[in-house]
């Protein structure tokens, strides 16, 4: 069963009258507000630094107050310039933002309708003009042809307009050319001005549409489980094509080819210099004739303010993605989660006299010596010489011993008695006494063929050696012979 009409109308009126840009106009002090907005925001100052923000609405409070305002039905907002800021920006009325390592504020596109709501109610008449219904019958014109599927009808349209071309062509040229009077000229650019008037919100409103989809997307990715893989793909994906993502991203998307070339706009501002040199500008307030000559620079504004929340959307999700950690992540949330939990027991347990002391500083670490000069690289002082072991060393543990390196002592010994000037390496380490034939005495007897002089040979040898807990381990090298006294050098026979 449908809901009955007059049910549907009031669901619809009570969700358009919670919008910020109702709730702005509805308040107790929406005089003051869209006043103030109006002095600190214009179009040739789209961004206001948050401390000079702060100073002009604190000018403005002030100078209204000695003015007599303050007593008024409405009133004025209790507080500094600084406390009605933050509050505008609670309700959603305006949006920090860096900008050149510098927080600003910026007009949300509730705000920015909400003021041209005002500017167009104040402006004076509002009258169905010549030129509005021409630009309503050109639309629905263009709209059926865009919708016409029928190749003849639209080939018909065609020639017919092409025909009325013609005509003008040929009238202009036979000089019965019929200048346009004032009036019509005014009505004209009171069209264009208001046609003008909407396109700051609908700007901001596809800048906030894609920093809307950028939360959105930071906020599942940081809750995604999923394999890396599968999330870079598909988050670079949407990082990429960010205009495509959102409704109002695409509708801007197809504007910005009409307008988005530096060529369209300086041939804008060139018909709009032509048109204000006209004589029947001076039938135009000097409001008037400032807002027709910012039009252009009202567009450039706000494509700059698309593209550049396009860019950083990019950007943020394109960061994300790359330091995405989900464990991470989930572990720091699980944390801060403990550490608010404790917060609000602390809250409510502890007695309103306890006093929290605290932290002004970390705790600084205990460092023994840090180099004074960078480019010193000598250490402080020399390191103590090693001390030259007569004896062997005694061990408290004989299986500390055991497990410890070569016995080098016995092995030299053990060579020395061999009766022989070469010897198999892995015949004379079979030979030795089976403590002396562990793994680290193998390594041993090497490093004493090495120095004693050895020659490798083509053969491999496996010899068997035994661990002090009684197993074994077989290792294959390639064959050695060494001498069983060391090679004498040049300086040994001088």
Partial sequence: MSEPRAEAAYRRALAAFRSPT??????????????????VFTPDRPLVAVADAHAEVTEAVEQLRACGYDEDERGLPAGTGRDICRYWVRVGWLIPQMSDSVEVYRLSAQAVGALEFVGRSGAGRSRVSRSR????????????????????????RLLAERSELDAQIARIRSGQMEPADDEQLLEEAENVLHLSQELPADFARVAESIKAMQRDVVTELRRDVRPTGEVLREYLERGQHVMESTAEGRAFAGALRLIGAPEQIDQLNEQLATVLDLPFTVLMSDEQRDELRAVAKRIEQGVDEV???????????????????????RELDDLLRSVMAAMQNWMHAGPNLDVVEPIRSLPTPELGHLRQSLSDLRPPRAPEPLHQQEEDVEFLDADTRAWGGPHYGQIEEYVGTLGEDHFDLATAFEGMAAHTRRPVDLLGLLEIAHRNGMVEGDTVSVVQAQRPDGTSRRFAFGSVTAQASPTPTSEDTD
Avoid: M
């Fill in 22 to 39: 109702l709730d702005l106009l509805h308040g107790r002090y929406a005089p003051f507000v869209v006043a103030a907005l109006s002095l």
């Fill in 307 to 329: 593209l550049t929340a396009q860019r950083r959307a990019s950007h943020v999700i394109t960061t994300q993605v790359r330091t995405h950690d989900p464990v991470r992540d």
């Fill in 133 to 156: 219904v021409r630009t309503l019958l050109e639309a629905i014109d263009q709209l059926a042809t865009s919708a016409e599927t029928d190749p003849d009808k639209r080939l018909t």
